[in-house]
């Protein structure tokens, strides 16, 4: 089997040491990529710093143009790309081949957005001190990006960070999950045939106990990491003066209440509660349901849970495969066994074969249950019932998370209301809250993170305001 180069500052290399992907549905070797040594990490860093410049002097069509290139390719590679996504994450080809698809539009929107950035003219004539002055407005980047990335989707949420820094004109440095290099490495392979200067990106499969030394390095300015909430604030702590962006756990909630219909609430909670074998910031995981209609819920949700397809990642039938590992699927079927022997009821699985966990549903939690409180990273949900609206968004705010909520109802005022009161980055009315159109704001509040992706989003959090002030004018 071939190893895979990791790239150097736009050049393909390869380390001293091999790094091995596997398929955790069957465990086979999947790819085997080059892993740099601590000198190559430093001259990634060094070439990122020293075109630092003319990366942010970039014309707008030299980055537009190869943000254009990188969607194009994409598109034309997606079969491939969706294959490789499965072989490495356990991932559906299902889901896979929509994940790449997301990522062809989240370069192509980048894109778009890149040619829509423009300076903003503000005159400042509007006292007589400022008579003859015109103030103008551009961002600047910061600097170099360090790019921390998950292994569930490893090539959109690569994307997200790699899109929006190449917008901006601003090197970037990708550190992959190690469980799932080969999508990042492949859109490395694509990033080399643009026109972006060497040293404009590496992307770099270091082991997390690496990973560290990234983080303090005082030449990367930003880090966006999106990952573990432990791991995310311990480097926030780390590096205090530094630009941080965290892109954190949840556990979503779907509040189902008595005017929603209830067919189209059940399959959607069904599907988006197990896809990505819940391996989701956004999968539903609380289930919040109004009193009155709790029966009739159920007796319409179970169903629809217990009719999923549960197999092979490699069959177009699957909708829910493996977890990234064995090791993963044991720690939630634990969390499911320690709620059961606390009281709850086992509606729906709670088995486990391998690394796959049958889809599961729970009622009857108690609130300090891991499934209820923390973020499961599984395919499980719990179903609790409340008197009403109060009620139901009490139970969602009484949570250390707040990314994304949905909330089934017909009522515009009910609507309207949980967008005011429930503590949350996004509320999602008529549907899950595993929604998310890549060019909207994404992200959360409290324990779920700090700023936003979506590419505009990004832009802002990867530049500052810079100010220019003209003097002497004819306004």
């Known amino acids: 089997?071939?190893?895979?180069?990791?790239?150097?500052?736009?050049?393909?290399?390869?380390?001293?040491?091999?790094?091995?992907?596997?398929?955790?549905?069957?465990?086979?070797?999947?790819?085997?990529?080059?892993?740099?040594?601590?000198?190559?990490?430093?001259?990634?860093?060094?070439?990122?710093?020293?075109?630092?410049?003319?990366?942010?002097?970039?014309?707008?069509?030299?980055?537009?143009?190869?943000?254009?290139?990188?969607?194009r390719r994409l598109a034309e590679r997606a079969e491939e790309l969706a294959r490789l996504i499965m072989e490495e994450n356990g991932k559906p080809i299902f889901w896979a081949r929509g994940e790449v698809n997301r990522a062809i539009s989240t370069f192509r929107f980048a894109a778009e957005e890149t040619r829509r950035l423009s300076g903003e003219v503000m005159r400042l004539d509007t006292e007589a001190g400022s008579a003859g002055r015109l103030a103008y407005i551009s961002r600047v980047p910061h600097g170099p990006v360090l790019a921390i990335t998950p292994f569930n989707f490893p090539l959109n949420l690569v994307a997200h960070k790699v899109a929006p820094a190449i917008a901006v004109g601003a090197p970037v440095i990708v550190k992959p999950a190690p469980a799932t290099p080969l999508s990042a490495l492949v859109l490395g392979e694509i990033l080399a045939e643009t026109d972006l200067p060497e040293g404009m990106f590496?992307?770099?499969?270091?082991?997390?106990?690496?990973?560290?030394?990234?983080?303090?390095?005082?030449?990367?300015?930003?880090?966006?990491?999106?990952?573990?909430?432990?791991?995310?604030?311990?480097?926030?702590?780390?590096?205090?003066?530094?630009?941080v962006t965290l892109e954190l756990g949840g556990n979503a909630a779907a509040?189902?209440?008595?005017?929603?219909?209830?067919?189209?609430?059940?399959?959607?909670?069904?599907?988006?509660?197990?896809?990505?074998?819940?391996?989701?910031?956004?999968?539903?995981?609380?289930?919040?349901?109004?009193?009155?209609?709790?029966?009739?819920?159920?007796?319409?949700?179970?169903?629809?849970?217990?009719?999923?397809?549960?197999?092979?990642?490699a069959d177009d039938r699957t909708q829910v495969g493996p977890l990234v590992s064995v090791e993963a699927a044991e720690r939630v079927e634990q969390w499911v066994k320690e709620a059961v022997a606390a009281g709850a009821r086992l509606l729906a699985g709670g088995t486990r074969e391998g690394a796959t966990v049958a889809p599961t549903v729970l009622a009857d939690v108690p609130h300090d249950a891991k499934v209820s409180c923390e973020e499961v990273f599984g395919p499980v949900m719990i179903v609790q019932s409340v008197s009403g609206v109060d009620e139901a968004f009490a139970t969602v705010n009484d949570s250390k998370y707040g990314l994304q909520a949905g909330v089934f109802t017909r009522n515009l005022d009910v609507a309207f209301r949980a967008n005011r009161e429930l503590e949350v980055g996004g509320v999602v009315i008529g549907d899950v809250p595993s929604y998310r159109a890549d060019q909207m704001p994404y992200g959360g509040i409290k324990e779920s993170g700090v700023g936003r992706e979506g590419i505009r989003s990004a832009i802002v959090d990867f530049t500052y305001e810079k100010v220019m002030v003209l003097t002497g004018l004819s306004l």
């Not at 070439?47 to 707008?60: E, F, K, N, T």
């Not at 009193?291 to 197999?311: I, N, Q």
């Open 1 to 71: 089997m071939d190893v895979r180069p990791f790239w150097l500052a736009g050049r393909p290399a390869t380390g001293d040491a091999e790094l091995t992907v596997t398929n955790s549905h069957d465990g086979r070797v999947v790819g085997l990529c080059s892993v740099p040594t601590a000198d190559q990490v430093e001259e990634a860093v060094a070439a990122a710093v020293a075109v630092r410049g003319q990366a942010a002097a970039l014309p707008i069509h030299v980055r537009a143009d190869a943000l254009a290139h990188v969607s």
């Open 202 to 243: 590496s992307v770099l499969p270091v082991p997390n106990d690496r990973a560290g030394a990234l983080v303090e390095d005082p030449r990367l300015p930003v880090v966006s990491f999106t990952g573990s909430g432990p791991v995310g604030y311990a480097i926030m702590d780390q590096v205090p003066r530094k630009h």
């Open 255 to 313: 509040v189902v209440l008595a005017d929603a219909d209830l067919d189209w609430a059940a399959s959607r909670v069904a599907l988006f509660s197990n896809y990505q074998a819940g391996q989701s910031c956004i999968a539903v995981q609380r289930v919040i349901v109004e009193e009155s209609v709790r029966e009739d819920f159920l007796a319409r949700l179970v169903p629809a849970v217990e009719a999923l397809v549960v197999g092979d990642p």
